[in-house]
C-alpha cells in the first residue's frame, strides 16, 4: 500500500481480555516495528520483524505480549488478560532495508488506540 | 545508557516569530538522530535526520537542525512558524544496533498563538 495501515484505529475492551492489532506495512518493506506510546510519552520500541522472524524482542514487557508477521508482510500485536497499564497509542512502522542506516527511516501508521476499562 | 532528552514539554509562540526545540542525546557514540512531528490522529512523520557529514541539516516545511557534537544536542529550528506547525515534535535517536530501534525524547508540544 501507499503508507502503513494499522487497524483498528481505535479500541476499547475491558481488564482481563484479548486484544489483537493488526499492522500493513508498505508493500515490499523487509523491516517491520511496534512502539507503544503511553500519554504525555515518547513512542518505546518493543519489537522489529526482518522478513517473518522476530529479530529483537527487547521491548515487549512481558510474556502477555505477541508479535507473529507469518509471511513476512502483515504484522499481528497480541495482548492476553489485557490490563489497564496497557492503555496506550501502539504504533507500527516499517522501512525498506533491516540493516544499516537506510534501517534507521521509518515510516509509521497512524496507530491504534487501545483502552482497557 | 542511552537517552534523548527534550527539556521542553511545552512550547509557546506568536505565528511569525522563530522556533528553536531543544534535543540532548547521551549516546557511547555519534547516533543518527532525527526528528518527526505528530499531529492529533496522525502518525508521526519524519521532518529530518542526521547520519554523518555536514551538521546542519534541511527538512521538510522549513524546517532544520544542527548536530552539535560538543554539546551534544541537535535542536530543531524554524525561522519563522505557521499556525499548521501546532502539533507534537518528538526527537529521536538511533544507529546503536543498525537498525529502526530508536529511542524517542518524551516530546515537545508547540503551541502557535494568532
Known amino acids: 500500500g501507499a503508507g502503513v495501515s494499522q487497524t483498528p484505529s481505535n479500541k476499547v475492551t475491558e481488564k482481563g481480555k484479548y486484544v489483537e492489532l493488526r499492522c500493513d506495512p508498505i508493500?515490499?518493506?523487509?523491516?517491520l516495528y511496534w512502539y507503544r506510546q503511553s500519554l504525555g510519552q515518547g513512542p518505546e520500541f518493543l519489537i522489529y520483524?526482518?522478513?517473518?522472524?522476530?529479530?529483537?524482542d527487547s521491548g515487549l514487557p512481558n510474556d502477555r505480549f505477541f508479535a507473529v508477521r507469518p509471511e513476512g508482510s502483515v504484522s499481528t500485536l497480541k495482548i492476553q488478560r489485557t490490563e489497564r497499564g496497557d492503555s496506550a497509542m501502539y504504533l507500527c512502522?516499517?522501512?525498506?532495508?533491516?540493516?544499516?542506516?537506510?534501517?534507521?527511516?521509518?515510516?509509521f501508521g497512524a496507530g491504534s488506540r487501545l483502552t482497557v476499562l | 545508557a542511552q537517552s534523548v532528552t527534550q527539556p521542553d514539554i511545552h512550547i509557546t509562540v506568536s505565528e511569525g516569530a522563530s522556533l528553536e526545540l531543544r534535543c540532548n542525546y547521551s549516546?557511547?557514540?555519534?547516533?543518527?538522530l532525527f526528528w518527526y512531528v505528530q499531529s492529533p490522529g496522525q502518525g508521526l512523520q519524519l521532518l529530518l535526520k542526521?547520519?554523518?557529514?555536514?551538521?546542519l541539516v534541511q527538512g521538510i516545511k522549513g524546517f532544520e537542525a544542527e548536530f552539535k557534537r560538543s554539546q551534544s544536542s541537535f535542536n530543531l529550528r524554524k525561522p519563522s512558524v505557521h499556525w499548521s506547525d501546532a502539533a507534537e515534535y518528538f526527537c529521536?535517536?538511533?544507529?546503536?544496533?543498525?537498525?529502526?530501534?530508536?529511542?524517542f525524547g518524551q516530546g515537545t508540544t508547540l503551541q502557535v498563538k494568532p
Open positions: 529521536a535517536g538511533g544507529g546503536s544496533s543498525n537498525t529502526g530501534k530508536l529511542i
Open positions: 542526521y547520519f554523518s557529514g555536514d551538521t
Open positions: 520483524f526482518q522478513g517473518t522472524g522476530a529479530a529483537d
Open positions: 549516546y557511547g557514540a555519534t547516533p543518527y
Open positions: 512502522a516499517s522501512s525498506p532495508i533491516a540493516l544499516g542506516a537506510g534501517a534507521n527511516v521509518l515510516t
Open positions: 508493500s515490499g518493506h523487509t523491516a
